[in-house]
């Protein structure tokens, strides 16, 4: 089973840059397995190393297309990489797949990552992106690995080489020992209360007042305008349509959506925060003009990730985006590329 945490390599060449995949047949769970993109910028040699991306609310694996490849051809040497784009369940293209089953939870999302990383057989990645509540699905997903919730098949690589009587080095090639990282993008991290509402939930109720099909994306792009929406949001989510027949309807379940809202704002994450696992590079966006950060937060993020931790702990480190909202890869993609680029070309 160490064995497995080596660095997969994928030795088949693919003339296509985008993949877009699900689980193959022969590898069929009782569990749903989430769909998911594979993104190469060049394959003139396998990858060496795996960025995994996790879309928030109401989005899709789809969304964020444009950014992995701009990161990746960013990257001195893009031919190493893959971005592996993932659906949550009740979005994109997971929400069409049986097997998911309620609770909508952060629990079972981030379960859903482990079971789709053992069904394919890979290595734990070496960099997982989370965006929103997807930052907070990323979180789950580590502090459950890091517990063992999942067995051997989805441990930390820093935990594996301490259990296992196989050396498995997670190094460069002058033997250095690397740090995984995990990327929050402007993610709430700690208890929302009920009377504080995020831009996304209003649009969430909004969508529950809108008919279940749309004559057309333009429809809703205006409807959503003439409700006071910014046009970029209003775009946005015309994004998230697909086609039905004659029209339109969402790419997402609304209500397994809501739970998994729900969920969100009732799970802090501040305690993994304090104490992160050995190995693990924790970075934080924060989007300059987010409304997701009070004065209090900030300060108590900006404490974290300034403390001296010892050998058995990992890392915290604070980034401010500025000029951007919630939307960072949309708002300041460029800027976004400066902070996030040069961290992971030193893994």
Same mark, same amino acid.
């Given at each position: ?17 985008? #993949? =877009? ?20 910028? $060049? ?13 928030? %609310? ?20 893009? *031919? ?8 949550? #369940?009740? !979005?994109?293209? $997971?929400?069409?797949?049986?097997? =998911?089953?309620?609770? !909508? ?47 051997? *098949? ?17 190094? @460069? ?13 402007? *993610? ?7 009377? @504080? ?17 749309? &004559? ?13 929406? $910014? ?20 790419? =997402? ?30 970075? /934080? ?14 300060? #108590? %993020? ?8 010892? &050998? $058995? ?12 909202? !919630? ?19 030193? /893994?």
């Amino acid at each position: 089973m160490a064995a497995s945490l080596l660095r997969k390599k994928s030795g088949i060449f693919n003339p296509l840059l985008t #993949r =877009f995949l699900n689980s193959p047949p022969g590898r069929r769970r009782s569990f749903g397995t989430l769909a998911f993109d594979e993104i190469r910028v $060049s394959t003139e040699r396998p990858y060496d190393h795996t960025a995994l991306i996790v879309h928030g %609310l109401l989005g899709s694996a789809r969304n964020w297309r444009s950014f992995s490849r701009n990161l990746l051809s960013t990257i001195p040497n893009p *031919s190493a990489w893959r971005a592996v784009l993932v659906d949550l #369940r009740n !979005h994109g293209r $997971s929400a069409e797949i049986e097997g =998911f089953d309620p609770p !909508h939870d952060l629990t079972n999302a981030a379960k859903d990552l482990a079971n789709l990383v053992e069904s394919q057989g890979w290595a734990w990645p070496d960099v997982v992106i989370g965006h929103s509540m997807g930052g907070k699905v990323a979180l789950q997903y580590v502090e459950s690995c890091a517990r063992g919730d999942y067995g051997e *098949s989805a441990l930390l690589p820093k935990q594996m080489n301490q259990n296992s009587k196989v050396h498995v080095c997670n190094c @460069d090639s002058s033997g250095n020992s690397l740090n995984e990282q995990l990327w929050v993008l402007d *993610s709430f991290l700690g208890v929302k209360e009920p009377e @504080d509402e995020e831009e996304v939930e209003n649009v969430l109720r909004t969508l529950r007042s809108v008919p279940p099909t749309v &004559p057309s994306r333009k429809w809703l792009v205006n409807h959503l305008l003439g409700l006071g929406f $910014s046009k970029s949001l209003s775009e946005w989510i015309g994004s998230n349509l697909k086609k039905s027949g004659d029209h339109m309807t969402w790419a =997402f379940n609304l209500d397994g959506a809501a739970e998994m809202l729900k969920s969100y704002r009732e799970k802090s994450y501040w305690p993994l925060l304090e104490h992160p696992p050995k190995g693990m590079e924790i970075d /934080i966006v924060r989007a300059e003009e987010s409304d997701r950060w009070d004065p209090a937060t900030i300060q #108590r %993020l900006e404490s974290l990730a300034t403390l001296e931790r010892g &050998p $058995s702990e990992g890392n915290v480190t604070a980034h401010l985006l500025p000029k951007s909202g !919630h939307w960072v890869h949309v708002d300041n993609p460029k800027g976004l590329l400066e902070i996030m680029a040069p961290k992971i070309d030193a /893994i």
